[in-house]
């Protein structure tokens, strides 16, 4: 493949994932989809999910546009155009806000503000994907993962179980993960390990799909993606790391062109800002943290009363612990095919959502469980009832 056809790949790559994962999360996008699990927009509280004639013609000029980029990207607006429909669906609704989503309008936004130079868009797209790989490997150096999520990762075949009672495998998986980020970028070791990469999204897809765990397979179009993306951007065939140092781009340069500078902006949400979530400043979906089992979880309490009869199906469904306990995620993972949108502005307009449909507003309310990343003993329970939420 020449190398003048990358970025069009990519994109191509890009609109093709983001087709499949709507469609494997249709009630996500489409309110009369089936959706239960409120509308979490940017600005506002929780909205109940109706369909209107306006979803209709809203989601078919999204599923348009994604498909129009993809045929035609090379055209000048098609980029500009794809991230505006993507962040016109996210606006009303920061569910759709997924780590892939966050991700794609990453490289989007590369690739846009690249003004039209292609060994700088592929470059400001091969650090962003080490990002992804440092990030999603460092995260996942705590017992959280090795001691808990990574043994129930390897129930997905006979010959991986074994595996899950050595934490130290986990830890080395994780480790590995954060490996493939410099032996990408390294141009020495980037052969080794563009193969390495095509093997880790591989034994993910494998675990996930209806073979192994039949679990969470929105995310596969994603693995499949970024390796795909690995094989267009890794390929060897030209070292952009090179050029890009003999036309003398330095930071300097980059702050005194707009073009420029956002990509430094948009490189710097990608491997600075999720430092921050570490002390819980920074949103978990956009911190590269999957699954690291570290996220805080939430849910909403019911110790007495009961729920309003529009939600009693979902609750009867989901609750546990007697029913008194409803986790955020079981809802949105069974209605939508993704987790809620994790933070605590969000977790708030939840609960506020069902304290408007509990009967007992002083004996239910929010509940949140927070973990400190490297000390299981560090985790701790909240209870904010509904009387405090709504004032």
């Known amino acids: 493949m020449q190398a003048r056809g990358i970025i069009p790949n990519v994109v191509l790559l890009i609109a093709a994932a983001l087709l499949a994962h709507v469609a494997l999360s249709w009630p996500l996008w489409y309110a009369a989809g089936g959706r239960t699990f409120p509308l979490l927009p940017v600005w506002g509280e929780a909205q109940v999910p109706i ?65 039209n130079d292609e060994s700088r868009a592929v470059r400001g797209l091969q650090w962003l994907l080490a990002a992804v790989y440092a990030w999603g490997g460092l995260n996942k150096i705590t017992p959280y993962f090795a001691e808990d999520n990574f043994p129930w990762f390897c129930e997905a075949f006979a010959w991986t179980k074994p595996l899950g009672a050595y934490p130290v495998v986990g830890y080395a998986v994780a480790v590995a993960e954060l490996l493939l980020a410099p032996g990408l970028l390294w141009k020495t070791s980037r052969r080794i390990f563009r193969w390495l990469a095509l093997g880790f999204h591989a034994c993910i897809v494998l675990a996930l799909s209806p073979l192994g765990l039949d679990w969470n397979a929105v995310v596969i179009p994603w693995n499949i993606a970024m390796a795909g993306m690995v094989w267009l951007l890794f390929s060897g065939q030209k070292d952009f790391t090179a050029e890009t140092r003999r036309r ?22 990608a491997w600075i800002f999720p430092a921050l979530n570490i002390w819980h400043r920074w949103d978990e979906p956009l911190s590269w943290k999957m699954y690291s089992n570290t996220q805080t ?6 110790e007495n009363g009961a729920i309003c009869p529009q939600l009693k199906l979902v609750w009867d469904k989901h609750a546990y612990d007697e029913g008194g306990k409803l986790l955020f995620d079981d809802w949105a993972f069974d209605n939508l095919h993704v987790p809620a949108y994790n933070r605590m502005r969000t977790h708030q307009h939840v609960a506020e959502y069902l304290c408007k449909c509990a009967t007992d507003s002083t004996r239910s309310g929010l509940w949140r469980l927070r973990v400190q990343r490297w000390d299981h003993s560090k985790e701790h329970w909240e209870k904010i009832p509904c009387t405090a939420l709504i004032r």
Do not use: C
């Open 297 to 302: 979880e939430a849910g909403f309490f019911l």
């Open 51 to 115: 369909s209107s004639g306006w979803d209709v013609l809203q989601i078919s000029v999204f599923l348009l546009t994604i498909a129009a980029a993809g045929v035609f990207s090379s055209k000048k607006y098609a980029v500009p155009g794809f991230v505006a429909a993507l962040l016109w669906m996210v606006v009303p609704d920061l569910n759709r806000l997924q780590p892939w989503t966050y991700f794609y309008l990453l490289a989007l936004g590369l690739v846009a503000f690249s003004g």
């Open 248 to 269: 003398g781009d330095s930071f300097a340069d980059a702050i005194k062109s707009p073009h420029r500078s956002a990509a430094t902006l948009l490189l710097a949400l």
